[in-house]
T-cell receptor, first 113, second 115 residues
Framework: GENVEQHPSTLSVQEGDSAVIKCTYS??????FPWYKQELGKRPQLIID?????GEKKDQRIAVTLNKTAKHFSLHITETQPEDSAVYFC????????????FGTGTRLLVSP | DGGITQSPKYLFRKEGQNVTLSCEQN?????MYWYRQDPGQGLRLIYY???????QKGDIAEGYSVSREKKESFPLTVTSAQKNPTAFYLC??????????????FGEGSWLTVV
């Protein structure tokens, strides 16, 4: 069935470093890939998304890249700050005739001052 | 995000009880969803509804039921048949569920604990 694998499960960086989180999806027909940030006990918040007709998208310190051939997509955070600490989820929309998102298992990012 | 309201925020269920989680949205969105989140795991789809008076099972529907009598409301009932209901439940919606490119917006979530 549809599957999204996400790595690493935890990531610790120093403030100012870059962080990269990678996801792989199984459904080659997937065409929409959002990333969510979730703080403890809160709802996931969309931080960036990419559609299959582009290879990269940037929004200030956040960027997402997509490799459709390899079925990989990645989140890049530059100049990390302590407030970036949270759990990040990737997702892929699978082609079931409606907008179903399949989520990765999450990456806990810890940014140390 | 502010247009999706879930209640209660915290709920305790005794063994054998049914409980209902409320989800209301004022965004005029067609599609609504219920996800379950367990510690250290991603979100799994329980049920979804694309239009009023219609809903479909997601990946983990057993032990749950829903209704969609109004566009703005999509309550989830956790029945006694759900053997391990302790989790964080998230309601979500999108403007046009079956069409492309629509962002999913989440409510603030409800914590359900079995006591």
């Amino acid at each position: 069935g549809e599957n999204v694998e996400q790595h690493p499960s935890t990531l610790s960086v120093q403030e100012g470093d870059s962080a990269v989180i990678k996801c792989t999806y199984s459904d080659s027909a997937s065409n929409y890939f959002p990333w969510y940030k979730q703080e403890l006990g809160k709802r996931p918040q969309l931080i960036i998304d990419i559609r299959s007709n582009v290879g990269e998208k940037k929004d200030q310190r956040i960027a997402v890249t997509l490799n459709k051939t390899a079925k990989h997509f990645s989140l890049h955070i530059t100049e990390t700050q302590p407030e970036d600490s949270a759990v990040y989820f990737c997702a892929a929309r699978v082609n079931t005739g409606f907008q179903k998102l399949v989520f990765g298992t999450g990456t806990r990012l810890l940014v140390s001052p | 995000d502010g247009g999706i309201t879930q209640s209660p925020k915290y709920l305790f269920r005794k063994e054998g009880q049914n409980v209902t989680l409320s989800c209301e949205q004022n965004l005029n969105h067609d599609a609504m969803y219920w996800y379950r989140q367990d510690p250290g795991q991603g979100l799994r789809l329980i049920y979804y509804s694309q239009i009023v008076n219609d809903f479909q099972k997601g990946d983990i529907a057993e032990g749950y039921s829903v209704s969609r009598e109004k566009k703005e409301s999509f309550p989830l009932t956790v029945t006694s048949a759900q053997k391990n209901p302790t989790a964080f439940y998230l309601c979500a919606s999108t403007p046009q569920g079956a069409r492309s490119g629509n962002t999913i917006y989440f409510g603030e979530g409800s914590w359900l604990t079995v006591v």
